[in-house]
């Protein structure tokens, strides 16, 4: 290729040609090519070997964003980007680490959302400073210039030479662009001893952040202000001896799962003392909530080998996500592992499980699971079968993301919703699909997410007498989303709007439907350790319309301190059970209101290299709460309640890697509500637990032995507290095979989440997985005996 001379300025540069960085298919994560295209008049320029590259600012972003967003999405957010050792992940100001020197933070180099989930831009704003040799030291701006990090190490970035720097904008000391290759080797050196001696100078007394992973699920933005968001990557997933989504749910303190069966046959999630309806359930990023009941939200087709993050908001969320997300959000993002998987096992109660997933090419993946057992009491035997198959590629400049899963279930429900007939049966089966598509339009980018949910369920009273009282329910959603995100200065905004459509078919409830459109925006910026994020969301039910605002502001301490406030507005609508249900004992009620309620919430962060500390308190004061209330003709009536109060503390502590624990954490959430009803009248006000209290730790010990711990001590609001404690030992042995021995409820505790619904006493397993990569995690389920209880107060359906 022919030489050509330096062009004037990266400024003039940039008009006369884009490059774009795309991941290559079928390459190793992280692995990109360059696409360029030639403007007539212009052709690339190189000496030495190093490219000149006259590239616009938003198209060599695209290789920074595109790449983190991989390894988010690969559960692999703490490693380092391609450039290495150069520089560390952090939250907040990002870290710099000069080789051979110590690590040490720097507040002028920050990761800053590019508008759109998982994806980040990398900004760079160095101090200006006159040069005293521009050839000896580096191509530095007397001015400020914003730069791209230096590559450390050859072909770390494709088509950049080792210690490259690159401007974004603005001219170089010299005029031009840096010195060629044989010149850049010692830049480089004598650039490392600059910011060696400023780095540590400006720095000095600050302390490395502990992070555990990057929340979404509070905005669609970079976090100006932090939220209580637990992250769960499927590596914590791994750590922990859990069976299925509502399983994992279940060991966040404040999130309060009342489960009425194992292996996530049905389960009740209530955030913050908030009922089970009142969650919001995505999956990656689309609305799935079940319009028929609550009691559905946890229905998700996906098996647990297949999910690859999980974040649980503790908290308001309806001025982004709309209504339901009144004590909390939970968001499931589905993603096949990066190597081929598959387990198969039997046990005791002529239980049967296996499961597979299977990259098949192209961007497409498979997975499948069976579990099956007769049960560990009379009425309760059950079958889950699941499957998922995902696509990830692209079509022309869009990059799509298509995701369809569907189970079906088939379980003995002793008791589930009745205390006079506890011999009942059910069938569910849910299906799901997803689809995401975004799109880089320069001055902000675009996403697209639309999705739509199916859920069939019949439900039998007495399976004695099946044609005596059977229900049978069929509920249809789907949602479609457009979201713009970009900056401006200093300050990263979005813009959307959403619509939906839900409806239901029932031999129960009747025939009916109902839309929503919905309009949104926030935008976050920070400065001078201060952060402030606004978010505003209106939406239009039938002939109304609810706004929902929220307001946060945070403030960084130093020495790794943070306090923050998050404030904001939340609401509920009535489902199809509470407006349509009618049964001999339960009648629901159109007249219903939507639940309003405004939260606040105060929460102070402190973190170093290996820990992380989080104290949380928050005030609710609801409205018009949907509850069930027996009258004295001992018929519950769905009726909106007065105003009540509930407040909170939350305490959460992080450790990483010491003596031979890879993690260890605790966290503890205590609840008071004023509520004043009969409880002994009231079927949902007072269902949430009093204090709750979980504890998870991973060891390594001898012989490559991987010990992991669960501990977990709940007190309802009705009756004594119970403490559950579930362990997994596990052991590679060979050729990407890994063996386990499982204990849920090891101490064989009587105990009864969902009041007279018995659970599981101690249930022992074995597991083995299969691992093409080498690595082993799930496994062979061998059940031991189960305890019974007594029956259920709540209605048949």
């Not at 059977?470 to 619509?499: D, I, M, P, V």
């Not at 404030?567 to 049964?583: E, M």
Request: hydrophobic letters at 40%.
């Amino acid at each position: 290729m022919g030489r050509r001379s330096r062009p004037r300025s990266w400024r003039s540069c940039s008009r006369r040609g884009s490059e774009r960085w795309s991941p290559r298919s079928g390459l190793p994560m992280g692995t990109f090519e360059r696409r360029s295209h030639r403007v007539r008049g212009w052709r690339p320029w190189r000496s030495s070997g190093s490219w000149a590259h006259c590239s616009s600012q938003r198209r060599v972003r695209d290789g920074a964003e595109q790449w983190f967003s991989s390894r988010v999405a690969a559960g692999l957010g703490e490693e380092t980007p391609p450039w290495g050792a150069a520089w560390g992940l952090a939250k907040g100001p990002y870290r710099a680490v000069v080789p051979g020197s110590a690590a040490v933070p720097r507040p002028w180099s920050r990761w800053a959302r590019s508008g759109v989930r998982g994806n980040f831009e990398r900004q760079v704003r160095p101090p200006s400073f006159r040069c005293p040799s521009i050839h000896s030291i580096a191509c530095w701006c007397e001015r400020r210039m914003n730069l791209y990090p230096p590559v450390i190490g050859p072909g770390a970035w494709p088509g950049w030479p080792a210690g490259a720097w690159r401007g974004r904008r603005g001219r170089c000391c010299s005029g031009s662009i840096c010195p060629p290759m044989d010149r850049q080797r010692l830049v480089v050196r004598g650039l490392a001893t600059v910011l060696a001696v400023v780095v540590a100078a400006t720095s000095h007394g600050q302390t490395p952040r502990f992070r555990e992973g990057i929340e979404v699920v509070a905005s669609r933005l970079d976090q100006a202000v932090e939220r209580r968001v637990i992250v769960l990557t499927r590596q914590d997933i791994a750590r922990l001896p859990v069976r299925s989504l509502a399983d994992l749910v279940a060991w966040v303190a404040g999130a309060g799962v009342a489960r009425r069966a194992a292996f996530g046959i049905q389960a009740d999630a209530g955030l913050r003392g908030a009922t089970f309806e009142q969650v919001a359930v995505l999956v990656n990023g689309v609305r799935v909530n079940d319009p028929q009941t609550g009691h559905f939200h946890l229905d998700l087709p996906y098996p647990l080998e297949a999910v690859a993050r999980v974040e649980v908001l503790l908290g308001p969320g309806s001025a982004v996500h709309g209504p339901d997300a009144f004590g909390g959000v939970v968001e499931i993002t589905v993603e096949a592992p990066a190597e081929a998987t598959a387990r198969v096992g039997v046990g005791h109660h002529a239980l049967r499980d296996a499961a597979a997933v299977l990259p098949v090419g192209g961007g497409a993946w498979v997975a499948v699971s069976r579990t099956s057992s007769h049960g560990f009491r009379p009425d309760t035997e059950f079958g889950i079968s699941r499957g998922v198959v995902g696509w990830r590629g692209g079509a022309g400049r869009f990059d799509l993301r298509l995701d369809a899963a569907v189970d079906a279930k088939d379980f003995g429900a002793w008791a589930f919703y009745s205390q006079r007939f506890p011999d009942e049966r059910e069938r569910t089966g849910t299906a799901v699909t997803t689809l995401t598509a975004s799109r880089e339009l320069g001055w902000a980018r675009l996403e697209v997410r639309a999705g739509g949910r199916q859920h069939r369920d019949v439900f039998i009273l007495d399976r004695r007498r099946p044609d005596w009282y059977r229900n049978r329910h069929r509920t249809r959603s789907g949602s479609l989303q457009a979201a713009l995100t970009g900056r401006l200065g200093s300050a990263s905004w979005s813009a959307g709007g959403e619509l939906q459509r839900e409806a239901v078919s029932s031999s129960r409830l009747g025939e009916h439907d109902q839309g929503r459109t919905a309009l949104f925006a926030e935008s976050a910026w920070q400065r001078g350790g201060w952060g402030v994020a606004l978010q505003a969301r209106a939406d239009r039910l039938e002939s109304r319309w609810e706004f929902s605002p929220a307001l946060g502001v945070s403030r960084e301490l130093g020495g790794g301190l943070s306090l923050a406030y998050h404030g904001g507005r939340s609401f509920r609508v009535p489902s199809f059970t509470d407006r349509y249900y009618v049964s001999p004992d339960t009648l629901g009620n159109p007249d219903l209101v939507a639940e309003t309620a405004w939260s606040d919430e105060l929460s102070l962060r402190m973190a170093g290299d290996r820990w992380r500390v989080e104290a949380a308190l928050f005030r609710r004061r609801a409205n018009h709460l949907i509850d069930y209330l027996r009258d004295d003709d001992g018929i519950y009536r769905a009726t909106n309640h007065a105003a009540s109060t509930t407040v909170g503390s939350e305490l959460a502590a992080s450790l990483k890697g010491v003596g031979p624990f890879v993690m260890v954490r605790v966290a503890a959430a205590k609840l008071e509500s004023d509520l004043r009803v009969d409880p002994l009248r009231s079927r949902y006000g007072l269902s949430h637990p009093r204090f709750e209290l979980s504890t998870n730790a991973t060891a390594r010990l001898p012989n490559a032995v991987t010990l992991d711990l669960a501990w977990r001590y709940r007190a309802p609001q009705r009756g004594g507290g119970f403490t559950l404690a579930d362990v997994r030992m596990t052991r590679p042995v060979g050729r990407g095979i890994e063996l386990a021995l499982e204990a849920t409820n090891v101490l064989d505790r009587t105990f009864e989440e969902v009041p007279g619904v018995p659970m599981p006493g101690r249930w022992v397993s074995v597991s083995a997985v299969w691992n093409a990569g080498g690595a082993g995690g799930g496994g062979w389920l061998l059940s031991a005996a189960g305890r019974a209880g007594p029956s259920s107060p709540h209605p048949p359906r």
